[in-house]
């Protein structure tokens, strides 16, 4: 399965580093945060974290036009979740976050989308994710899966 554009939701301490990494590898990637900050400084081919090596990896993939972030989902072959899961009273995860980036790409998806999970999460929360996917698209079928953290 190949995608031409890949969208990262979230783009803090896993997120970003994630979308450098495919940019880095010549896929177009979309960037979303609800930070504008963070979006504006990205765009600028600069970053708002501190991760070594990351700032020259950005750099040259928003000077070739591989990475861009913005405020609103768009349409892509592939969308990863990257956004915080805090812990809530009784150390249960807050899912809010997760369902906020669900729901906002929603109307972005068509057939054939792919949307992986990769925030930290408890057990079961992919299949929530995609029954919020379903609620907002009946009209579609699309994978959805969960990876370990690995950046």
Wanted: charged share 20%.
């Amino acid at each position: 399965m190949s995608f031409s554009t890949i969208s990262v939701i979230g783009l803090g301490y896993i997120g970003l580093p994630t979308a450098a990494a495919f940019a880095s590898r010549q896929k177009r990637v979309v960037g979303v945060d609800v930070n504008q900050h963070a979006v504006e400084t990205i765009n600028r081919g600069e970053i708002h974290i501190v991760e070594p090596d990351l700032a020259s990896v950005v750099k040259t993939a928003v000077e070739q036009g591989y990475l861009s972030a913005t405020t609103t989902p768009v349409e892509a072959d592939a969308y990863l979740i990257a956004v915080p899961t805090p812990f809530k009273d009784r150390h249960e995860p807050d899912m809010v976050f997760v369902e906020s980036a669900a729901k906002s790409i929603a109307p972005t998806l068509k057939k054939g989308s792919l949307v992986i999970l990769e925030s930290t999460s408890p057990v079961g929360s992919t299949e929530q994710m995609a029954e919020w996917l379903a609620e907002m698209r009946p009209d579609l079928s699309f994978p959805s899966r969960w990876v370990k953290r690995r950046t």
